[in-house]
């Protein structure tokens, strides 16, 4: 039983919002897409919704044809970025609304309500109007609302955006465990921020220009990247690219940058490739003279974003550090996570967790 | 240029009831000349009321505003030499770039040839220069917002400029310029500057002092780290750092610290007061480190649950009813069932009533 997405397209003055979609959604599963803004994940999702219709293509659920289904009859529930609730209703009637439109008796519906309301801690609140609550409890209605109709297909599009990050991070536990619950449906979730994919998904799609670029279980993406574009995409900061070559038993970088060819690169021929390496595995050191273009603090963790003869690039601390702008830092790779791809951006070869993953 | 001072200040919007809520409760704060300050706690906390006292679009109920000593409280907000950058642009839309950016000088009947040279400096500062002669209105978003910016920065008269969340509508890949043109114009012009936000990363980013705010009242003044580090009161430990600082409930026996998994030496240096009921020690997940076997400094636990974000891991250790995070590099070895998880000493905090227990260095 699964929804069945073929060769969907959607473009608009020559432009792709999708392209050539194909992907199967299986009933229980928990999929994460991943994407920059502009990648279609929205796109993606409203076709799924029926409130957009490809021009080519076929939808299928469990076998029968969705896309002639009409969107009021497709069992669909969507949650957005904003969060959309009824202003003149409490949160019990928000929530009890789509099954009281569908002629749910009142004690029923109510008592459904309460159910889902429990799972999303909002028990407290029912006689509430959703304008006296935070904007993460604004959230939560809406959500418990999507969830109350016991929809077939459940649809997120960036559910946490518009919330500060503690909210986000306690969110974002919460929906884990109520997802855990949801094994009758289908559950897509949109996001940018390749923590949430990773943290939330069973599988997960990253999504550039309209296209897929890669899926598979989280981590097996995370660690093997398919390409330099999906790197950049599932690391946040970005993994650094470095432009080189390998010749006589060393990898040349830009800057006069030179690092011994590491085991899991041994067997590559000489030539010109591109390097990847995560802001994580770049450390404070001596080895490479840089100035500081910008210290950014990301949760518990200092971002450094840096220039230096080798190029730009991203160095990440754990922990809070303060570095000026222009400061002047040495810094060291670790060359036993690097990455290294061909010049057009395919992944040839990486560490051992990424060939783990290949095999 | 201006060292702002604070002096009892407190602010309530209902002055005529008997029993008034002060959306900002007395308290007193000097920002130095020249220093990046950040103003940072949840919607509703008063920071924003804060921002309008110091501008002079609210008086305040009490208390008054010092601008380099001089009282500023009854003065006007054209008078106050502030400009002030709000959560949304704020442009002239029948203007061009450039008469946006000149605006402030011709109110103030600035001649045309200084007019022309303040604004093609503060221009190139804001990589500007190429758009100056297009109708504002089709610029983006955050090149609106930098017009914003520059409107204040070409008036010669400014001693702070004042920030209301200006990034807010702003791409997330555009923010990164923003925040180096802040710190830029910060070393550039000297201004102090003052950056209200609800949203930590923010705050951390852009200042080098934090006040961290909740419920009209100030919790905690310092710099990142010691904010990270050092938190004052357990809201903040958990409002700053992700995951939050972990807290587990704790009562004093002699020299020991006897949590639900097991004793540890009191921190040196540190005198807990006796009797008190809410105790608690604090750590952050990053310096909780698993050890192989018991040891006078570890607590016992079980693993839980491990979770992965990418970049790192994150196991839960059950500690009787309470639990702990501890955050890993990707990649790391965690292990399985029953763990001692060693508190290092120098990352331990204690509060007592939910107050950070000082050590004497």
């Known amino acids: 039983m699964a929804l069945i997405l073929q060769n969907i397209d959607i473009r608009e003055n020559g432009v792709a919002h999708l392209d050539n979609i194909n992907l199967m959604f299986s009933r229980g599963g928990l999929y994460t897409v991943l994407g920059r803004t502009l990648a279609g994940k929205t ?69 459904r309500a309460r159910e889902v309301l429990g799972k999303v801690g909002l028990t407290d609140f029912e006689k509430r109007r959703p304008a006296a609550l935070s904007g993460g409890q604004q959230q939560r209605v809406a959500l418990a609302r999507a969830l109350v109709k016991r929809a077939e297909i459940l649809l997120l599009d960036e559910p946490l955006v518009n919330l500060d990050y503690k909210l986000r991070e306690q969110l974002r536990e919460d929906f884990q465990n109520i997802f855990e619950g949801q094994d009758d449906a289908i559950v897509v979730y949109t996001t940018t921020e390749p923590a949430e994919a990773i943290q939330l998904g069973h599988q997960m799609i990253i999504m550039d220009e309209g ?82 273009e910008l210290s950014e603090i990301s949760g518990s963790q200092t971002i450094l974003h840096l220039r230096g003869d080798i190029g730009t690039f991203i160095l990440y601390e754990e922990g809070v550090y303060q570095h000026a702008i222009g400061d002047t830092v040495q810094v060291d790779l670790n060359s036993n996570r690097i990455y290294s791809f061909s010049v057009d951006g395919d992944l040839i070869a990486g560490p051992a967790a990424a060939e783990a993953y290949r095999r | ?110 001649p045309k040839g200084e007019r022309i040279r303040r604004v093609n400096e503060v221009a190139e500062l804001l990589n500007l220069k190429d758009k100056l002669k297009r109708p504002a209105r089709k610029l983006a978003a955050d090149e609106k917002q930098l017009i914003s910016l520059g409107r204040g920065l070409v008036r010669n008269d400014v001693s702070a400029l004042l920030m209301d969340e200006p990034l807010t509508v702003i ?37 080098d002092t934090i006040v961290v705010m909740n419920d009209g009242e100030v919790i905690q003044t310092g710099t990142p780290q010691e904010l990270y580090n ?15 600082m972990n807290f587990i409930k704790c009562t004093l026996a002699g020299n020991q610290l006897q949590t639900a998994g097991g004793r540890i030496p009191v921190p040196a240096g540190m005198s807990i007061p006796a009797n008190i009921q809410n105790l608690k020690i604090g750590i952050r997940p990053r310096h909780v480190q698993f050890t192989n076997s018991e040891s006078a400094k570890a607590i016992k636990g079980q693993i839980q649950l491990v979770q992965e974000f990418g970049n790192a891991r994150v196991a839960t250790v059950g500690i009787k009813e309470e639990m702990m995070r501890v955050k890993l590099n990707y990649g790391a070895e965690v292990p399985t069932g029953d763990v001692w998880l060693a508190l290092p000493e120098e990352n331990l905090c204690v509060y007592a009533d939910e107050k950070l227990v000082n050590r004497n260095r």
């Not at chain 1, 390409?227 to 060393?250: H, K, L, Q």
């Not at chain 2, 601008?67 to 030499?81: E, I």
């Open chain 1, 211 to 292: 296209g897929i670029i890669q899926q598979g279980e989280p981590l097996a993406v995370f660690n093997a990247p398919a390409t330099i574009r999906c790197a950049e995409i599932i690391n946040d900061p970005p993994m650094n690219i470095f432009y080189g070559t390998i010749e006589n038993g060393d990898i040349q970088l830009q800057g006069g940058i030179q690092l011994k060819v590491p085991a899991h690169m041994a067997h590559l021929p000489h030539g010109p490739y591109r390097f990847g390496l995560r802001a994580a595995d770049l450390r404070l050191g001596s080895m490479i003279g840089s100035q500081v």
């Open chain 2, 171 to 207: 791409d997330p890949q555009l923010k990164f310029e923003i925040r180096r043109k802040l710190k830029q114009i910060n070393e550039h012009y000297g201004l102090t500057m003052v950056y209200v936000t609800h949203d930590q990363n923010e705050a951390m980013t852009f200042a």
């Open chain 1, 43 to 111: 796109t993606l999702l409203r076709t799924i919704a029926g409130l957009q219709q490809p021009q080519k293509g076929t939808l299928m659920l469990h076998g029968s044809d969705y896309l002639q289904l009409p969107v009021w009859k497709r069992r669909v529930a969507m949650v957005y970025q904003q969060f959309i609730n009824y202003p003149h209703l409490n949160v019990l009637a928000n929530v009890a609304f789509p099954l009281r439109r569908a002629g749910v008796p009142r004690a029923e519906a109510h008592q």
């Open chain 2, 1 to 110: 240029m201006a060292t702002i001072e604070l002096c009892d200040i407190a602010h309530t919007y209902e002055p005529d009831s008997d029993d008034p809520t002060f959306a900002l409760k007395a308290l007193n704060l000097v920002w130095k000349d020249g220093g990046t300050y950040a103003l940072l706690g949840p919607s509703g906390c008063g920071k924003t009321t804060m921002l309008n006292i110091i501008s002079g679009l609210i008086r305040s109920t009490r208390g008054k505003i010092l601008f380099d000593g001089v009282d500023f409280s009854q003065l006007p907000t054209t008078k106050r030499n502030i400009a002030q950058v709000f959560q949304f642009p704020v442009i002239y839309t029948l203007m061009s770039v450039q008469e946006n950016l000149e605006f402030p000088l011709v109110c103030r009947k600035i």
């Open chain 2, 230 to 244: 050092r938190p004052e009161t357990s809201y903040v430990g958990y409002f700053i750092g992700s995951p939050a």
